[in-house]
C-alpha cells in the first residue's frame, strides 16, 4: 500500500512538472540573428548620431510603428538613405517590434 501511495506521488509530482513546463512561455527575444549583421550595424551607424541604441532596445514597439518613427527620424534631420530605409525598417520590425508583421 506504501509503495502504490509513493508511485502514485512520484507520477503526481511528474504530471505537474510536465504541465508547467509545458505551459512555461520563452522569452522574447530581441536578438538578432547572425544573419542580421549587416543591418544592425547599418541601424547602429544611423541611429546613434542622434540617440544611443537603448533608445530603440529598451523601447519595442508594433511592427507598425516604425515607419512613421523612421519618418519622423528623417524628418528631424537623420540621413537614410533610400536603399537603406527598408533594411532598417525590416529589421527594426523583426528585432524590436513586439508583435509579428502585418
Same mark, same amino acid.
Do not use: F
Given at each position: 500500500?506504501?509503495?502504490?501511495?509513493?508511485? %502514485? @506521488?512520484?507520477?503526481?509530482?511528474?504530471?505537474?512538472?510536465?504541465?508547467?513546463?509545458? =505551459? !512555461? *512561455?520563452?522569452?522574447? =527575444?530581441?536578438?538578432?540573428?547572425?544573419?542580421?549583421?549587416?543591418?544592425?550595424?547599418?541601424?547602429?551607424?544611423?541611429?546613434?548620431?542622434?540617440?544611443? %541604441?537603448?533608445?530603440?532596445? =529598451? *523601447?519595442?514597439?508594433?511592427?507598425?510603428?516604425?515607419?512613421?518613427? %523612421?519618418?519622423?527620424?528623417?524628418?528631424? @534631420? !537623420?540621413?537614410?538613405?533610400?536603399?537603406?530605409?527598408?533594411?532598417? %525598417?525590416?529589421?527594426? @520590425?523583426?528585432?524590436? =517590434?513586439?508583435?509579428?508583421? *502585418?
Amino acid at each position: 500500500m506504501n509503495s502504490r501511495i509513493a508511485l %502514485l @506521488g512520484a507520477a503526481a509530482i511528474l504530471a505537474m512538472s510536465l504541465a508547467m513546463a509545458g =505551459s !512555461a *512561455q520563452p522569452a522574447a =527575444s530581441t536578438a538578432p540573428a547572425p544573419d542580421d549583421a549587416p543591418a544592425k550595424a547599418l541601424m547602429t551607424e544611423t541611429c546613434t548620431h542622434c540617440h544611443d %541604441l537603448d533608445v530603440i532596445t =529598451s *523601447q519595442p514597439r508594433k511592427h507598425a510603428e516604425w515607419p512613421g518613427i %523612421l519618418d519622423r527620424m528623417k524628418a528631424n @534631420g !537623420a540621413i537614410i538613405p533610400d536603399e537603406d530605409y527598408k533594411v532598417l %525598417l525590416d529589421y527594426l @520590425g523583426r528585432a524590436y =517590434s513586439t508583435d509579428k508583421p *502585418q
